[in-house]
């Protein structure tokens, strides 16, 4: 296994590996069949992430296989530019093994080469795996999104983390 920055021409794998996690997981944002993204759409973004200095996707990879992801998405404008957002996914089967950490540690030797002070995310209250990784790579709570999110019938409340570099 290893973590690299994903191609543009892997789309197909992204959007295959993106359309795995909405089935296996609810911490994901969309629900299974809610992603709509094309394979040709999927590539353009890439393309489009993978143009900017302040943004990139970090793939983990397995046998040639997509297993996981984590992109940084950083600001449009010059007040924000040095902040990125994250947005993490590891197949299930894939969980459990340090891919996670090995994820989080090359995106942030990334954001230092690329001169980024702030990483933040949110994460569902209820994701104890999640939030454990967040606080043992530096993360720290900046507040509570309340009823942010509506899971299973029920609304979720999200935790907003950042990391300052």
């Known amino acids: 296994m290893f ?6 021409d892997e789309a197909d794998q992204f959007v295959h590996l993106k359309l795995q996690l909405d089935n296996e997981t609810q911490f ?12 040709d759409g999927q590539r353009k973004q890439i393309e489009r992430i ?23 998405i950083g600001g449009a404008y ?5 902040s990125a957002y994250i947005v993490v996914g590891i197949l299930q089967a894939f969980t459990g093994q340090g891919i996670g950490t090995q994820l989080f540690i090359a995106m942030e030797e990334w954001a230092r080469q690329h ?16 939030l454990a990784l967040y606080k043992k790579r ?4 900046e507040g509570v999104r309340k009823d942010a999110v509506f899971v299973n019938g029920q609304y979720v409340d999200e935790y907003a983390m950042a990391k300052l570099l």
Do not use: C, W
């Open 138 to 141: 530096g993360f720290e709570m």
């Open 3 to 8: 973590i690299r920055t994903i191609r543009p």
């Open 115 to 130: 001169q980024l002070h702030r990483l933040e995310l949110t994460v569902m209250a209820h994701n104890q795996v999640a």
């Open 50 to 72: 993978l143009s900017h200095d302040n943004q990139t996707i970090l793939v983990a990879e397995h046998e040639g296989q997509l297993i996981g992801y984590l992109s940084a």
């Open 78 to 82: 010059k007040r924000s530019r040095q």
């Open 28 to 39: 994901m944002m969309l629900e299974p069949g809610e992603r709509t993204l094309t394979v």
